[in-house]
């Protein structure tokens, strides 16, 4: 595997499930995105983890929680979701902090969300 | 909230014509990233800014990063039917935060007629 994976591509959901995005990225950086993308609206970020510390929560609401392991992997935790969640959820990396090219962010292909 | 205003919204051109799209802030901004997504897919990054008045190519791509820090410009030249998709603009706000957030503009949707 090369990039960005995501799994998985495609998700229907119930309101009272409870399911997990994965990422992972084979790029060798340490920062990790997750980004909201919802037709006519531009890309939402909703968690930064740097080093698999959490540096930024763009006030998500907590029935999305994101769990950082390790700089390689990345999991967002889906519970009690509403229908306007239904959204393309897009994972991305960079380098860290300190390093060069930090904000050239690669994206994986996305997790097709659909909430019912 | 900090915002990138992408224009135009859509555009529809003819194959082998050339293609300009931009973006505008209100703020100062130290970094432009410019992206393309097709359907299906997660955004792509194409060209990486860091100074103002840098101008960068990647094919038939140029780019270039006003020299006001609150604009930069995409340039397709001679466009084919591969060109189609959504391309973004992004850019890392004034100043800097160390968690390497981006701003991205609404896109431009280019649709390519053969």
């Known amino acids: 595997e090369t990039g960005v994976t995501q799994t998985p591509r495609h998700l229907v959901m119930g309101m009272t499930n409870k399911k997990s995005l994965k990422c992972e990225q084979h790029?060798?950086?340490?920062?990790m995105y997750w980004y909201k993308q919802s037709a006519k609206k531009p890309l939402e970020l909703m968690f930064v983890?740097?080093?698999?510390?959490?540096?930024e929560n763009n006030s998500v609401p907590s029935r999305f929680s994101p769990e950082c392991p390790n700089s390689s992997h990345l999991f967002l935790h889906l519970h009690t979701l509403q229908p306007e969640d239904s959204a393309l959820y897009l994972c991305?990396?960079?380098?860290?902090?300190?390093?060069?090219?930090?904000?050239?962010?690669?994206f994986g292909p996305g997790t097709r969300l659909t909430v019912l | 909230g900090q915002q990138l205003n992408q224009s135009p919204q859509s555009m529809f051109i003819q194959e082998g014509e050339d293609v300009s799209m931009n973006c505008t802030s209100s703020s100062i901004f130290n970094t432009w990233l410019w992206y393309k997504q097709e359907p299906g897919e997660g955004p792509v990054l194409l060209i990486a800014?860091?100074?103002?008045?840098e101008l960068t190519s990647n094919g038939r791509l140029t780019a270039q990063f006003g020299i006001t820090r609150k604009d930069s410009f995409l340039n397709i030249s001679a466009s084919i039917p591969s060109d189609v998709g959504i391309y973004f603009c992004a850019g890392q706000p004034s100043p800097s935060s160390n968690t390497g957030k981006l701003i991205f503009g609404q896109g431009t949707t280019l649709q390519v007629k053969p």
């Open positions: 983890y740097s080093l698999e510390e959490r540096v």
């Open positions: 800014l860091y100074k103002a008045g």
């Open positions: 790029l060798g950086h340490n920062a």
């Open positions: 991305a990396s960079s380098q860290g902090p300190g390093r060069g090219a930090y904000n050239e962010q690669f």
